[in-house]
């Protein structure tokens, strides 16, 4: 934010009346790079610093000291880390599924629409409505290719071609 204050307190405000929206939440955003002296500004830089031992804070020192020094905190800290691993774990698994979901329903409606069309032709050409070489030219084939699927597809070929 850069004004140079250790708290920022954030309002929801409505952009076009400049009236502040009163829903019971509240944003306050903390910036550690500052040292105001204030007693705000000591606690974060506790949080900054690889190791402290700060007199103001001294059960916040202990715990700190215990959970970076000793097994039972390194092993707390590890299960903790572990519980919301698994959780973004567990998100990212989620989204990752809904996403491949949609994205397969899209190709599969796709892919749908395309062999529809594509037995239409082969349907049109069968029943004589429509040119072995026009179906094909619509379906990005050859005509021998055109034939050769219509066949395997179970249609019957025009009379005066065979493949």
Do not use: W
């Not at 076009?16 to 705000?40: C, F, L, P, R, S």
């Amino acid at each position: 934010i850069g004004a140079g204050h250790t708290i920022y307190h954030v309002n929801k405000v409505i952009a076009e009346t400049g009236q502040i929206v009163e829903d019971g939440t509240g944003y306050v955003y903390v910036n550690t790079a500052v040292d105001d002296g204030t007693d705000i500004s000591s606690l974060m830089s506790c949080f900054t610093k690889k190791e402290f031992n700060n007199p103001k804070f001294p059960r916040l020192s202990k715990e700190v000291k215990y959970l970076k020094t000793t097994e039972g905190g390194l092993n707390s800290m590890c299960t903790v880390m572990k519980y919301y691993e698994d959780i973004a774990e567990q998100r990212g698994r989620s989204e990752g599924h809904s996403e491949g979901l949609a994205e397969g329903l899209t190709k599969g409606r796709s892919e749908g629409l395309a062999e529809g069309k594509r037995l239409s032709y082969f349907e049109m050409v069968q029943d004589g409505d429509m040119s072995v070489k026009k179906a094909a030219q619509k379906t990005n084939l050859t005509e021998e290719e055109f034939l050769k699927e219509m066949k395997l597809a179970g249609f019957k070929l025009p009379q005066e071609q065979t493949i």
